[in-house]
């Protein structure tokens, strides 16, 4: 799969935030550049509330941490809240910062009980995505059928 902005297209992920995850949103043809980045868990619910003057100076102050000086001063800037949008009630995925996939990974498939977990974010292929959750439904199905459970 390539990336929307062609092959330069990429992603910058940290851990120090607000912002932890930007993605390269740009058309194929390169312009605009479109960056796409996403405030999650403890930085989100402090913004959350937060001015939106505020807001946008912290995500472009982890702008500017990623990528130098010139993020300072974008053409344009959207901000949107996906807690507030109907459909979703938060972000379309999940994005785990370094460290959380190796170290709690496995957690969050553990079957606890009688209690077994599907969702996007616990497929092992396609995590955040329709084809993810299809996988990690099939996955769990197959587990409460073959009577696999913890205590």
Not at 28 to 55: I, K, M, N, S, W
Not at 116 to 128: I, L, N, Y
Request: charged share 20%; glycine share 14%.
């Amino acid at each position: 799969m390539s990336a929307p902005g062609g092959p330069e297209a990429g992603q910058a992920a940290g851990d120090r935030g607000p912002v932890k995850i930007v993605f390269d949103n740009s058309p194929p043809e390169g312009t605009p550049g479109v960056l796409l980045a996403f405030l999650e868990a403890a930085a989100a619910r402090h913004l959350h509330g937060a001015d939106p003057d505020d807001r946008r100076a912290a995500v472009i102050g982890s702008l500017v941490d990623f990528f130098g000086p010139r993020a300072a001063e974008p053409v344009e800037y959207v901000d949107l809240d996906w807690s507030d949008e109907e459909w979703t009630r938060g972000c379309y995925g999940a994005f785990f910062p370094p460290g959380v996939w190796t170290r709690y990974g496995r957690a969050l498939r553990a079957p606890i009980g009688r209690v077994h977990w599907a969702g996007a974010e616990t497929a092992t292929v396609w995590a955040g995505y329709m084809d993810g959750a299809v996988q990690s439904g099939e996955r769990a199905a197959a587990e409460v059928l073959s009577g696999s459970e913890t205590s």
